[in-house]
């Protein structure tokens, strides 16, 4: 059975539903819709359908960033957007598996150190004798091996691209096939190599967490 837990972080996390105007020119909402999708502030977004046609999901410092950075946005709310609506994240509850449930890496920060979720965690790279820890647009550095970061994480949720990078399986966007070639392009944009040798586990992890397909009538 799963259980859900309240996590929460440190930034300021903010919800933004748009609605927009059916009278301004497709061509413009796309182009805007493109860039909020790009901008570096936003962690996540979704086409909505009902009241609301899109939303972001703003990870900011404080409050004093997110004034500048709607600020930024007014004019193209204006012309744009009939209407939008901003919440303010207080508490986020996270669905986990049982068996997961204590699944996490600790990390350094501020005056101690930070449990870092498993299910939070995106992907992991190596740099030198550390390895940086991504999670929700964010890096932190941790001095452990690679074998054991995967350990502590769970190799059931994530897997080995190559000998340098980690990634959660969910994190995986598509894989692309080139010549000889496998890459992975992940949620955030990025492509990274797959080594031949990590290739079947990756199509079987990405296959395993696959929704099945439809039979057509």
């Known amino acids: 059975m799963d259980a859900v837990r309240s996590v929460a972080t440190d930034d300021l996390r903010v919800i933004m539903c748009l609605a927009f105007d059916h009278r301004a020119p497709a061509s413009q909402v796309t182009e805007f819709r493109n860039r909020l999708i790009g901008c570096e502030e936003v962690v996540s977004c979704c ?41 303010f994240v207080c508490n986020r509850l996270v669905r986990v598996s049982r068996a997961n449930a204590d699944r996490a890496v600790w990390v350094t920060c501020k005056n101690g150190l930070k449990r870092i979720e498993s299910s939070f965690v995106d992907k992991v790279k190596a740099d030198g004798d550390y390895m940086c820890v991504h999670a929700g647009g964010h890096c932190w550095m941790i001095h452990l091996t690679m074998n054991e970061i995967l350990a502590e994480l769970g190799s059931d949720q994530f897997v080995r691209l190559h000998r340098s990078t980690i990634v959660r399986s969910t994190f995986i966007d598509r894989l692309i096939h080139e010549g000889h070639l496998w890459t992975a392009r992940l949620n955030d944009g990025c492509d990274e190599r ?8 990756v199509m079987n992890k990405v296959r395993r967490k696959a929704p099945a397909a439809i039979p057509s009538n």
């Not at 930024?72 to 919440?87: F, G, M, Q």
């Not at 797959?194 to 586990?201: D, F, K, Q, T």
Request: a negative charge; zero cysteines; aromatic letters at 8%.
């Open 47 to 87: 086409d909505l359908q009902g009241a609301f046609d899109f939303m972001i999901e703003l990870a900011l410092p404080d409050l004093k960033a997110y004034n500048t950075k709607l600020e930024t946005l007014k004019a193209d709310l204006a012309a744009l957007v009939a209407r939008y609506e901003t919440n």
């Open 194 to 201: 797959i080594a031949r040798s990590h290739v079947a586990e």
